[in-house]
């Protein structure tokens, strides 16, 4: 059985704490490797060499840690088809998402590499007499980034690609589910020059994620993952003085006017509500039409395709979606829909005993479609993270606005119409974090931020575009004036720039 490794500074180190996490491949339901689950001092290691490599890289001026991503995107671009091949067996989502998974990563090394403009401070000449003020962004120091199982490329990426290029040196704990990925990514790091230490990954569980939370040396934290284990972060980190922003789970809904395109509405929700098999944070899992009619429609144009979705092995080109991650999540998925049924939803479609033939280890499970679901029903509160789309069905626009608007998560929403006021009005009131108008995942570029509202997310500054820079960096603002310019005198009352 294969053994992964931990990586520091720049070296492959072989777990010490004896407890391992079995990694699978979900396709056959079959353990493939072992993951090391790292002690309190194998994280100390790591965010030590992070620290040793600080001084240096840090110093380095920003268009040489540019140069560094950009050799970094290289490598990543011509490993694209092993990185998503190696993504697809342990994850379980199919090749052509995997390769986005990454491509969506790698855009983020493309805006890091923009760096220096990035950091460019502000300066006034002159802010008072011969006094010139001026600020600087500067790097915190070893910060680290803890990521969930459903992005491995994407969202280590998002983080480490930012607050190196800041000048940070990185600790990455991936989640243990599948780790192979951000090991390649750092092996990579290093292939394309950047130094020994600069990118550390640990593989660990909560003893991990304690010690970076509490090492005093640690001054920031990057989270991502459900959202009691975010809020766990969240304030354990602010406790301890660290700076820290902590993404956690969601409920997105798609709101569907009675003028929307149906056959495009029914398009996006199949893409979009069974794509990797749901186990996206930015799925759409609530399709809410409004009005009886458009319900009736709706339901009419989804039926068909929700039945016929072709779930396959990760690796067949041909599957729309793969298996779920683990056993464990496609129980619990499956205990959702038991407590839909129970609480008196109309599931539509039935995808609980789904099993397909050569694969039947494997932990797949069929698409299912639940209509008439309510607000007070756990299956519409809580988050699923499965191919289960839920239909609420709204009376009228208001009542469709307030649905996303008042739920606990507010990570993405939709609109589908063809009404520009309607949209723009949705877009302004609606009380969630990114927004979709015709679009039914609306994933911000790298260039632009991404964060969700309300129990989505913890902190207040999002991934990646100038969000992330700010959040990697802290502001020094200078002050000068120099000798030359005084000539009065020391000046005994406070200064106010007149
Ligand atoms: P998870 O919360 O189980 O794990 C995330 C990370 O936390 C992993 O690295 C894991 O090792 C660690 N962890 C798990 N239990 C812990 C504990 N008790 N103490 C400390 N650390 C712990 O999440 P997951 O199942 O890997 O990912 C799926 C979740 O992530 C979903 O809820 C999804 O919505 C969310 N997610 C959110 C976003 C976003 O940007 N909002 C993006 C992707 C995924």
């Known amino acids: 059985m294969k ?11 072989e777990g010490q704490s004896g407890r391992f996490q079995d990694v699978y491949n979900p396709t056959l339901g079959e353990v493939v490797k072992q993951a090391p689950l790292a002690t309190q001092a194998e994280v100390e290691a790591a965010i030590s060499a992070a620290e040793a490599a600080f001084p240096s890289w840090s110093a380095q001026n920003p268009q040489k840690r540019a140069r560094v991503m950009f050799r970094f995107k290289e490598l990543v671009e011509r490993e694209m088809d092993n990185l998503a091949a190696l993504l697809s067996e342990e994850h379980g989502k199919v090749i052509s998402d995997a390769k986005g998974d990454i491509q969506r990563g790698l855009e983020v090394i493309e805006f890091a590499c923009g760096i220096p403009h990035l950091l460019k401070g502000d300066f006034t000449e002159g802010a008072g007499p011969g006094i010139d003020m001026y600020s600087m962004r500067q790097p915190l120091g070893v910060v680290a980034g803890i990521t969930p199982f459903n992005f491995p490329a994407m969202i280590p990426m998002w983080m480490f690609g930012v607050a190196i290029a800041c000048g940070n040196t990185f600790v990455c704990k991936p989640s243990e589910k599948d780790p192979s990925v951000p090991l390649r990514l750092a092996e990579l790091f290093i292939e394309a020059g950047g130094p020994p230490g600069v990118l550390n990954l640990v593989i660990g569980d909560k003893i991990a994620v304690d010690t970076l939370l509490t090492d005093p040396r640690v001054p920031a934290i990057s989270f991502v993952g459900s959202t009691n284990i975010a809020s766990y972060v969240y304030a354990t980190g602010a406790a301890n003085g660290k700076r820290v922003q902590a993404m956690g789970g969601a409920k997105n809904h798609m709101i569907i006017m009675p003028d929307a395109d149906l056959d ?32 009736d429609a709706l339901i009419d144009k989804l039926l068909p395709r929700v039945e016929s979705l072709k779930v396959g092995p990760s690796n067949d080109p041909t599957s729309d979606y793969g298996p779920m991650v683990s056993a464990e999540l496609l129980a619990k998925v499956r205990g959702y829909v038991d407590h839909g049924v129970s609480e008196g939803a109309k599931l539509l479609v039935d995808g609980r005993n789904f099993k397909l033939q050569g694969y039947e280890n494997g932990y797949f499970m ?13 299956i519409y509160k809580e988050e699923i993270f499965g191919p289960v789309l839920s239909v609420v069905r709204a009376k009228d626009f208001d009542e469709a606005v307030e649905l996303p608007t008042k739920h606990m998560y507010g990570n993405g929403v939709a609109i589908y119409t063809r009404d520009g006021d309607a949209a723009r009005d949705f877009a302004s009131r609606v009380q969630v974090g990114m927004v979709g108008i015709n679009v039914p995942i609306p994933v911000p570029l790298a260039y632009h ?8 997310a913890f902190g207040d500054t999002n991934q990646h575009g100038t969000e992330g820079v700010k959040f990697w960096t802290k502001v020094k603002t200078v002050t000068s004036r120099w000798p030359t310019g005084i000539r009065s005198g020391a000046e005994f009352s406070i200064p106010t720039m007149k």
């Open 366 to 378: 069929g698409g299912c479609l639940f209509d008439h679901v309510t607000p007070d029903m756990k």
């Open 3 to 13: 053994q992964l490794t931990h990586f520091i500074n720049g070296r492959h180190v």
């Open 449 to 456: 931020s991404f964060g969700g509202w309300k129990r989505s």
């Open 264 to 295: 495009q509405v029914a398009d996006a929700l199949i893409g979009a509500g069974y794509g990797s098999a749901g186990e996206r944070c930015m799925a759409i899992s609530v399709a809410v039409p409004v009005g009886e009619k458009t319900a």
